[in-house]
């Protein structure tokens, strides 16, 4: 029907056009009969089936009449009671101050009776303002989005809103002004249900709103006055008027309120922007609706005869390119109004598109691209990595994380940052784009969070800046982090970075932290000294360990040269895998040759339960052991595949298998008596063990220290003593100021220090702190003995090393030398080629803005050192320089004492010879370590040669240990027993609480912590092993050193040109890392094990005598403390035994005068007994034997005891 109408309606508008077209000079007559088409044009079509006025006149102005009616009528009663209300009170004030006065002329009786019935009117207000009073807040809670119910209206009334507009949109169709049946236009029907409800809101706003005449007057009830009493007015008039139903476009400027209300909006941009967006669409749309009346209606005063057909989108665009270019011309206004509109529109429209479109387009643009939430794909795991995240720290994550030796891994890394990704950071997000997500955010944010799904994410990882200036305030950064994530989701497992050791304390704070649960801290500068002190116990070892827990790919060399064998040690890395059933029962020197010759993995520990079902790692613990059902062992092999060898191999089915490829899983069942050899755990041994080899001697075994003979008696001579700390794990002294361990140049000059190490510290007071207790700890386990303990000098600025003192006055043999590590006079007073080891470290490293110039300090001192020439004439023996002999092994030493023996080498003429190891921050300065090298500086840092040869060490390398944690705790459990001498939990705990080792007595538990391997250096030149060292196989040296002396070999520390024909002058070495069995040894190898506590060594070290015997085989392993004479007493040398000692006694004297010899004996300790000898014939030739230096000034040894 609406069709036809329209139909109708535009025929007559083009018959009324031709009408209008004709000649104007045409009679009266005429023209009158012309008259009778053009009101035809203006009759409104009618059918029978709509009755409406059959004279086909035009009622808009009945619509128009009834909104304007309302709107002043409304406003008119408004002012009116206002005015009413306004002179009621005027008369009121009168009459109050006439009565006020009337009660002061009659006096206080007569008021009271004339003021009761105005009492009684004043309750009557009052009761009634309260009834009002209720109404409105009843109607303002009704309105209001603070209450289910006032949000739910809110939203009703704008989604009615937005349905009558589009009602509005659907009638636009058709003609301005029809007739209409209400019972038959479903549109109007529904148009009629929505504005009642309108009406009924305005109701409820109208008595919540307080100020009446503002609401008359406010957008909203304009909206309803315009097109809510026009409908009414169509029901009436069985007709429609198009008029100003536009308007309720207007309703969108509240969208944004009303998404707000739903908790959809929270951001202030998101805000903004949805009101600039419904500000401008509102605005657009309700002129284009005016243009579209007018334009289709005519001007009233030219009797609508110059209207226009256009349709309401026509109109849209005709305001959009009017508001964007003035116009195009194709589509414009004929009507008088549409004009006149249109000149203002322009003015007010063109403003808001050049202010509202650029801003609105920069929200858009500023809007997050990484703004999303995460979708967890179902049976794959995710973990949420944040922190510092940066184009280097993220591809040293995902390069080891997502590498091919490991198993598939199965996991999605959701990174969580709040700065969107560079171009080449978002580049490597894109190649990993199947593993890999990227979100921008907080996790200080709970939304954020919430985002990416931290509550069923397997684990969370937080990266720290290794860079910063100031580590405190980025470990308390990543504190906060932590804070946020376990307050938001207690249960997660956490791994995070730490830059400072003192710093875990606070993690320990925290209620939810819990490490039994999987929660670690890898603590950077705690593991980086303890890579660098366990490198002063074996040089190398840093390297090793850390290609070992590092995913690195094998690289095939067929050149023989030293990187072709280094690089298969590299492809070498950790792993754990549960022992097959096979194993139980066994030994785990047994379990261990097995795997290494059989299938060809070296297994270095074990995690063992105790009785009471806690569990521990055991590295190498010896024969005592036996394997239990479901032990968990630690390998070393160079893929994931080859480790599950041990979980697989059937003794009943792989023991005639030669290949250890073949080692596959098999069906069979192996029955209990299938190994009748293997001893019950029942069964096993006191002293631990089973029965070895006729060539391993008893002594060398390992026992325990509790049934040593002897050894309560030296325990309870001792009870009273402290020397370890309150666990057992460190030796320990009582704290001493600072002044007393401090030497002057004069006094260190004097003073030769042998096999002793020096550390070369940069800082100042300014610099940040790099915990020199991790450095020193590992040197001071109690595993080793207190003559075995190397002494420790630091040279650098007294005003930093006064600031890591506290931490440092409970450690035994310590020494400062105030100075700089770049003066060479500081160097040689320290006798720094007499050193087992120098490093080279710098707290000033972070403080300078470009990268290159991070490590000139170590640089220059490590050029600096190598550069320095030393006079060969002083001819002392550099202690410990070539590795550990293991006990009873040195032939020198009468009875085939246990005292540790070692190697002798030349005397070092030239700083190359010094062992050094440097830390560097940027990989790209290794380059500058050595001038001789060719390695190229885009080369990564371990495959150049000062890494493999142990002599560099960066902290990057520990960003490996994230995602090896990850997939395996126990890796980093691991890692921290090898290289910080023995921490724990428990340990960390008490240094949280009072930042310093407590001392504590010995008793049997403190002593058996003692009891544990070390990583020692085996040389091959001499010694038991003398002939597998020229030819012999590794394999052959593994199995004996593994029988006889419970010694783990898991490495070789060579000479770098070893594989030369021709003899080299070089003496640079580099790690070799889990050698196969056949490979070929050379007698310069030196060999990394893991050497079993030696109780012999120190039973027999506490008996030694006082004797000039006891003192040189004793000063063959300790850190000797040598003095020397002068120059010039050195030129006229006294040549009789006597005068050289009556020299050395005036002189000591005198020293002693001066300033009191550092040491750690206590003040009332017994006299020291200097023993000095000359240098026999015996002597001479057996220095010669062990090509030692040409010349020899005899030791001096101060005699002590072991604490």
Request: aromatic letters at 10%; hydrophobic letters at 40%.
């Amino acid at each position: 029907m609406s069709s036809n109408i329209h139909a109708n309606h535009l025929s007559l508008d083009a018959s009324s056009s031709s009408s209008s077209s004709s000649s104007s000079s045409s009679s009266s007559s005429s023209s009158s009969s012309v008259h009778e088409p053009k009101m035809d044009a203006l009759i409104i079509p009618v059918t029978m089936e709509v009755p409406c006025d059959s004279r086909g006149q035009r009622m808009w102005w009945a619509f128009l009449a009834s909104s304007m009616v309302t709107l002043f009528g409304g406003l008119f009663i408004i002012l009116l009671w206002r005015t009413l209300k306004y002179l009621w009170t005027v008369c009121c004030h009168c009459g109050g101050k006439t009565k006020e006065a009337q009660k002061i002329n009659n006096g206080s009786g007569q008021a009271d009776g004339t003021l009761k019935p105005v009492d009684e009117k004043e309750e009557a207000v009052a009761a009634e303002v309260g009834w009002m009073t209720s109404v409105k807040d009843w109607a303002g809670v009704m309105i209001s989005a603070q209450t289910l119910t006032g949000r739910v209206l809110v939203v009703l009334v704008f989604a009615l809103s937005i349905g009558a507009l589009v009602i509005y949109f659907i009638d636009s169709s058709n003609p301005i002004e029809s007739c209409q049946n209400f019972y038959k236009d479903f549109t109007l029907q529904i148009d009629m249900a929505f504005n009642v409800f309108f009406l009924l809101y305005f109701g409820l706003r109208f008595i919540a709103a307080n100020d009446k005449l503002w609401f008359w007057l406010e957008v909203n009830s304009v909206v309803d006055f315009f097109t809510v009493p026009p409908v009414f007015v169509s029901v009436y008039l069985n007709r429609s008027w198009l008029g100003l139903r536009f308007l309720r476009a207007l309703r969108l400027i509240q969208f944004s309120e009303i998404l707000q209300f739903l908790n959809i909006l929270k951001t202030s941009n998101s805000i903004k922007l949805v009101n600039l967006l419904s500000i401008f669409i509102s605005t657009w749309l309700t002129a284009a609706g005016f243009i579209h009346l007018v334009e289709n209606s005519g001007d009233p005063w030219e009797n609508f005869q110059n209207n226009q057909a256009l349709t309401y989108w026509e109109c849209v665009y005709l305001l959009m390119v009017t508001m964007s270019t003035v116009g195009y011309g194709d589509v414009y206004a004929k009507t008088t109004l549409g004009r006149l509109f249109m000149v203002f529109f322009i003015l007010g429209g063109l403003a808001m598109f050049a202010s509202y479109v650029p801003e609105i387009i920069e929200l858009i643009g500023n809007r997050k691209k990484y703004g999303g939430s995460y979708s967890a794909v179902s049976g794959r795991k995710h973990i949420v990595v944040c922190g510092h995240i940066t184009l280097e720290s993220v591809s040293n994550f995902l390069k080891d994380f997502l590498h091919k030796d490991r198993d598939d891994v199965n996991v999605e890394i959701v990174f969580l940052h709040n700065i969107s990704p560079n171009l080449e950071l978002e580049a490597l997000f894109k190649r990993h784009f199947t593993q890999v997500e990227f979100y921008q955010g907080s996790v200080l944010n709970p939304h954020d969070l919430a985002r990416v799904k931290i509550e069923s994410a397997d684990a969370c990882l937080i990266l720290a800046n290794k860079y910063c200036a100031d580590p405190d305030a980025e470990d308390a950064s990543n504190i906060m982090r932590v804070i946020s994530i376990k307050n938001y989701h207690p249960k997660i497992r956490i791994i995070t970075q730490m830059l400072q050791y003192h710093n875990k304390a606070h993690l320990l704070n925290i209620p939810s932290w819990n490490w039994k649960e999987g929660d670690d801290a890898i603590c950077l500068a705690e593991l980086k000294l303890g890579f660098i002190a366990q490198s002063c116990l074996a040089q190398g070892l840093s390297t090793m360990l850390a290609n070992l827990f590092s995913m690195r790919s094998f690289i095939k060399i067929e050149e023989d040269t030293w990187q072709k064998y280094y690089l298969e040690g590299v492809s070498n890395e950790m792993y754990t895998e549960y022992l097959s059933s096979a194993f139980v029962g066994l030994s785990f020197p047994t379990v261990c040759e097995l795997c290494f010759v059989k299938l060809k993995l070296l297994m270095i520990a074990i995690e063992y339960k105790s009785a009471n079902r806690e569990s521990r790692i055991l590295i190498n613990p010896g024969n005592h052991l036996k394997i239990q059902e479901g032990t968990l062992g630690f390998f070393i092999a160079s893929d994931a595949k080859e480790v599950k060898r041990a979980f697989f191999y059937c003794k009943a089915c792989h023991d005639d298998i030669t290949d250890p490829k073949r080692i596959k899983k098999c069906g069979c069942k192996r029955l209990e008596d299938e190994q009748p050899s293997a001893l019950s755990p029942k069964k096993k041994q006191r002293n631990g063990g089973m029965r070895t080899s006729p060539s391993s001697s008893p002594k060398l075994m390992r026992h325990d220290p509790l049934l040593i003979p002897g050894n309560d008696q030296i325990d309870n001579m001792d009870s009273n003593v402290k020397k370890y700390d309150s666990t057992g794990m460190f030796h320990w002294c009582a704290p001493k100021e600072i002044e007393k361990v401090i030497l002057t140049r004069s006094e260190a000059a004097m003073t030769v220090l042998s096999g002793h190490v020096v550390v070369c510290i940069f800082g100042d007071v300014s610099s940040a702190l790099i915990g020199l207790r991790n450095l020193v700890m590992p040197l001071r386990a109690s595993n080793f003995h207190y003559h075995e303990l190397k002494h420790i000098v630091f040279v650098g600025s007294i005003e930093y090393l006064k600031r890591e003192w506290e931490t440092l006055h409970n450690f035994p043999k310590v020494s400062i030398l105030p100075g700089t590590p770049l003066s060479r006079a500081d160097l040689r007073a320290v006798n720094i080629n007499l050193c087992d080891m120098c490093v080279i470290l710098s707290a000033n490293q972070n403080n300078i803005d470009d990268t290159s110039l991070q490590d000139k300090e170590c640089i220059l001192a490590s050029l600096n050192i190598k550069s320095m020439q030393f006079d060969d004439s002083i001819g002392v023996l550099q202690a410990n320089s070539q590795g550990f002999t293991p006990p009873g092994m040195d032939r020198s030493s009468p009875d085939n004492s246990p005292v540790h023996g070692m190697l002798r080498q030349p005397s070092i003429t030239t700083g190359v010879n010094i062992p050094i190891i440097t830390e560097l921050v940027n990989d790209t300065n290794v380059q500058f370590l050595d001038q001789d090298d060719d390695d190229d500086p885009d080369t990564e840092l371990y495959l150049t040669q000062p890494f493999a040869c142990g002599t560099a060490f960066a902290v990057s390398v520990l960003d490996s240990l994230m995602s090896a944690t990850y997939f395996n705790d126990n890796i980093l459990t691991l890692i921290r027993t090898l290289v910080t001498g023995g921490a724990t939990p428990e340990l960390e705990a008490l240094i949280a609480e009072e930042n310093a080792l407590r001392g504590g007595y010995s008793t049997p538990q403190t002593l058996a912590n003692r009891d544990r391997c070390r990583v020692a250096q085996l040389a091959l030149l001499d010694g038991p092993f003398a002939d597998l060292g020229d030819g012999g196989c590794y394999g052959d040296l593994f199995c004996k050193a593994l029988k006889t002396y419970n010694m783990l070999c898991f490495g070789i520390y060579r000479l770098r040109d070893a594989h030369l024909s021709t003899p080299s002058q070089c003496t640079k070495r580099y790690v070799i890392t889990n050698p196969p069995y056949e490979f070929e040894l050379v007698p310069t190898d030196l060999i990394f094990c893991l050497m079993q506590f030696d109780h012999n060594a120190g039973q027999s070290r506490a008996s030694l005598s006082h004797s000039s015997h006891s003192s040189q085989s004793s000063s063959k392993k300790s850190s000797s403390v040598h003095s020397i004479p002068s120059t010039a007493n050195r030129q006229n040398r006294p040549k009789s035994r006597e005068s050289r000692d009556k020299q050395n006694a005036t002189r000591m004297n005198r020293m002693g005068q001066e300033k009191k010899w550092f040491t750690d004996e206590p003040d009332n300790a017994y006299p020291r007994n200097i023993q000095i000898k000359p240098m026999s014939t015996h002597m001479a030739n057996q220095i010669n034997q062990y090509k030692s230096t040409s010349s020899l000034i005899p030791p001096i040894r101060e005699v002590e005891d072991e604490c």
